[in-house]
């Protein structure tokens, strides 16, 4: 079936380091891919999305490519602040009867010290 | 801000108890899905309304029931409530609910079963 898997956390970093989430995912056709980040006590905000192969998502510096050929969607960031702390998730979106449903990752808990 | 509210915020309810949580979706938008997110993990598609149809459910049981009213508020009702239950509900609208399309989130209703 169609499933996201996503880098194992926590993940701690100092400010202005490099970051890497990875995500590959499994899915029939070409499912929209995503990446939604989660702050303490609220709710999905999403932060890039690709829906075709090749596209680049991209915002607040956080970079992701659709990957086809190896399934994969991994966000990237050149230098993270302590505001990055959250949890991220990877998601694509599938058909489900005449819906559209978000496949989610178990989410990566990231930790910025200053 | 997404445009997408939910109420309450938090809820405590006993073993058996039913319960409805509200939504109101971003303007324009005439899709709405639920998801449940237990603690530590990545957000289970419910179901998603469209025009006041539920047009996709994940896997559910019947005592998940929801409504979508013409104005796109919507309601998630729980019958017969388990400890189980006990997770954070989110709501998502989106334009026409297309795989291409992107859900944004509300803030959540924290659901605790005791």
């Known amino acids: 079936g169609d499933s996201v898997t996503q880098m194992e956390g926590p993940v701690t970093l100092s400010e202005e380091a490099f970051l890497t989430i990875n995500c590959t995912y499994t899915?029939?056709?070409?499912?929209?891919l995503f990446w939604y980040v989660q702050y303490p006590g609220e709710g999905l905000q999403l932060l890039l999305k690709?829906?075709?192969?090749?596209d680049k998502g991209s915002n607040k510096g956080f970079e992701a490519t659709y990957r086809k050929e190896t399934t994969s969607f991994h966000l990237e960031k050149g230098s993270v602040q302590v505001s990055d702390s959250a949890v991220y998730f990877c998601?694509?979106?599938?058909?489900?009867?005449?819906?559209?449903?978000?496949?989610f990752g178990q989410g990566t808990r990231l930790t910025i010290n200053p | 801000e997404t445009g997408v509210t939910q109420s309450p915020t938090h809820l405590i309810k006993t073993r058996g108890q039913q319960v409805t949580l509200r939504c109101s979706s971003q303007?324009?938008?005439?899709?709405v899905s639920w998801y449940q997110q237990a603690l530590g993990q990545g957000p289970q598609f419910i179901f998603q309304?469209?025009?006041?149809?539920?047009?996709g459910r994940g896997n559910f049981p019947p005592r998940f029931s929801g409504l979508q009213f013409p104005n796109y508020s919507s309601e998630l009702n729980v019958n017969a409530l388990e400890l189980d239950d006990s997770a954070l509900y989110l709501c998502?609208?989106?334009?026409?609910?297309?795989?291409?399309?992107?859900?944004?989130f509300g803030p959540g209703t924290r659901l605790t079963v005791l």
């Open positions: 998502a609208s989106s334009l026409e609910g297309a795989s291409t399309d992107t859900q944004y």
């Open positions: 899915a029939t056709g070409y499912p929209s």
């Open positions: 690709a829906t075709k192969a090749d």
């Open positions: 998601a694509l979106s599938v058909p489900i009867q005449g819906a559209q449903k978000l496949v």
């Open positions: 303007s324009g938008h005439n899709t």
């Open positions: 309304y469209y025009r006041e149809e539920e047009n």
